[in-house]
C-alpha cells in the first residue's frame, strides 16, 4: 500500500483513509444512536406524565423516589444520546473526525449503560406497583441479566473470538 494516500487495510480487509474510516465509523454511529433515541425519547416522554397522573399520588415515598430516580436517569439517558449530534455539529470542518468519533462513540456507551438504569428502575417501579407478591426483584433480575447479555455480553465475546489480531 501507499503511504502517502494515508491508505490501511482495517476491518475486514477494507482499504480506506483514516478520514474515510471516521466517515464510515460516523454513519454506522449515528444509525446505531437514531435506534436507541427513538426508544429513550419514547420512555421519557412516557415517564414525564407519570407524575401528572391520579395514581401517582398515591403512591408511597419509596415509589415516588424510584419514580424521580427513573426521570433523572432517563434525562441523563437522552443527554448521553444525543451528545454525538452536539459533537458532529460542533467539531465538523475542524478535520477532527477520528477523534470526534471516538469521543461520540465513549458518549453512546455511556448512554447505553444509563439506558440500562433506566429500564432497571421503570421495571422496579412498574412491577414494584402492579404486583402483589415479592417476586417482581427476580423478574427485574431476570430483565436485566437478559439486557446485559443482548447488550454487552454477546457483543464483547464475538469482539474477543473474532477480532484478534484486527484493528478496531
Do not use: N
Not at 480487509?13 to 444512536?33: C, H, M
Not at 475542524?94 to 440500562?116: E, M, N, Y
Amino acid at each position: 500500500m501507499d503511504s502517502d494516500d494515508r491508505t490501511r487495510r482495517t476491518d475486514g480487509g477494507r482499504d480506506e483513509t483514516a478520514e474515510g474510516r471516521a466517515d464510515r465509523k460516523w454513519g454506522d454511529l449515528i444509525q446505531e444512536v437514531r435506534v436507541a433515541q427513538t426508544g429513550v425519547q419514547i420512555l421519557f416522554g412516557f415517564l414525564l406524565t407519570v407524575a401528572f397522573t391520579p395514581l401517582f399520588h398515591q403512591l408511597g415515598d419509596t415509589d415516588k423516589a424510584i419514580y424521580v430516580a427513573t426521570v433523572v436517569l432517563g434525562s441523563a439517558t437522552t443527554g448521553a444520546l444525543v451528545a454525538p449530534v452536539s459533537f458532529h455539529r460542533l467539531l465538523a470542518g475542524r478535520h477532527i473526525k477520528p477523534t470526534a468519533v471516538a469521543w461520540a462513540s465513549r458518549l453512546t456507551v455511556v448512554g447505553l449503560v444509563l439506558l440500562l438504569a433506566t429500564m432497571t428502575c421503570s421495571l422496579i417501579l412498574v412491577l414494584r406497583v402492579a404486583s402483589h407478591g415479592g417476586y417482581w426483584p427476580w423478574l427485574v433480575g431476570a430483565v436485566v441479566a437478559w439486557y446485559l447479555l443482548c447488550w454487552f455480553v454477546l457483543p464483547l465475546w464475538v469482539r474477543h473470538w473474532h477480532s484478534e489480531g484486527e484493528a478496531d
